[in-house]
């Protein structure tokens, strides 16, 4: 049965799923690699399954052997060359660690950022993700985007930085409620 369980989420089949849950599996259960199937599905693109398993009462935060979650298998599929905004909203909706780390303290929007993924990045944004957050190394968000020259995405990033500074002054020679960046930008001043 786990093997038809794992196919299942893999493929995108929700009703093999439902069908199969309801008959005692276990919708935490891993794979040999110790993914989860909402991993699977998540990481595959298939949001109805995803839906199906959350509604189930699959842990949006477990973590493979990697640290990996379903949220970051949802930032970008290698064989299919894209993320998946749409799921990646689903598993903030129900509750997803937007801040989790993996190696060297790369947070999921550096890795969408490194990846080019504007769509996800957005959704991560929305959700209160940590623009400013740096790993390890010292590297954030914004600096893995201009590494690859993902310029939508520097704009995107570069946009939410400036909209943290809004509250920052200069002194008595900013006005209140006008950001730094906006004021030098004046030439009147």
């Known amino acids: ?70 949220l970051m ?27 989790t780390q993996i190696g060297y303290g790369t947070r999921p929007l550096m890795l969408a950022a490194g990846y080019g993924e504007a769509g996800v990045i957005d959704a991560l944004l929305k959700a209160g993700a940590d623009v400013r957050a740096k790993n390890e190394g010292g590297r954030t968000a914004l600096m893995m985007a201009k590494d690859k020259d993902y310029v939508e995405v520097i704009n995107q990033l570069h946009e939410a930085e400036l909209e943290l500074s809004d509250d920052l002054s200069c002194g008595s020679r900013t006005p209140p409620g006008v950001n730094v960046v906006t004021f030098m930008k004046n030439p009147d001043h």
């Open 1 to 70: 049965m786990s093997a038809n369980l794992f196919n299942a989420a893999a493929t995108g089949d929700t009703n093999q799923i439902r069908a199969l849950l309801q008959g005692g599996a276990d919708c935490n259960s891993r794979n040999t690699d110790g993914a989860t199937l909402l991993m699977l599905a998540a990481g595959a693109g298939h949001l109805e399954v995803v839906k199906a398993l959350i509604k189930l009462g699959a842990d949006v935060n477990a973590t493979d052997p990697l640290g990996w979650t379903a």
């Open 73 to 99: 298998k949802a930032l970008y599929n290698h064989e299919l060359n894209r993320g998946f905004p749409e799921i990646v909203s689903a598993l903030i909706d129900a509750g997803a660690d937007i801040e």
